[in-house]
Nanobody, 123 residues
Framework: QVQLVESGGGLVQTGGSLRLSCAASGRTFTSYSMGWFRQAPGKEREFVAGINWSGDSTYYADSVKGRFTVPRDNAKNMVYLQMNSLKPEDTAVYYC????????????????WGQGTQVTVSS
């Protein structure tokens, strides 16, 4: 298994930007597709963005398409979530996750999870 640690959350105004970081350790990072999920209070965890092991395929939820990007740096064992044009409805705890194999939009397909980082967007 790979260990994941997120950072970069915080409070931002509507229209602002944040970059979340996820540091991976423990196993060969390039063995994993990476995903970002979020969970708002009272709601189920939902897929936000994903990237395959090489970084040449990315996937986004419709709600964030055009505003978020998910770059990864395999040399540094890092994956990021660049969030622009933030909206109050983006407020949630954000988690990064790793899975062997292809990227998936289903949380149950992921083997390793970080502890989460809070993002709050004020109106």
């Amino acid at each position: 298994q790979v260990q994941l640690v997120e950072s970069g959350g915080g409070l931002v105004q509507t229209g602002g930007s944040l970059r979340l970081s996820c540091a991976a350790s423990g196993r060969t990072f390039t063995s994993y597709s990476m995903g970002w999920f979020r969970q708002a209070p009272g709601k189920e965890r939902e897929f936000v963005a994903g990237i395959n092991w090489s970084g040449d395929s990315t996937y986004y939820a419709d709600s964030v398409k055009g505003r978020f990007t998910v770059p990864r740096d395999n040399a540094k064992n890092m994956v990021y979530l660049q969030m622009n044009s933030l909206k109050p409805e983006d407020t949630a705890v954000y988690y990064c996750a790793a899975r062997s194999g292809t990227t998936s939009v289903y949380a149950s397909d992921y083997d390793s999870w970080g502890q989460g980082t809070q993002v709050t967007v004020s109106s």
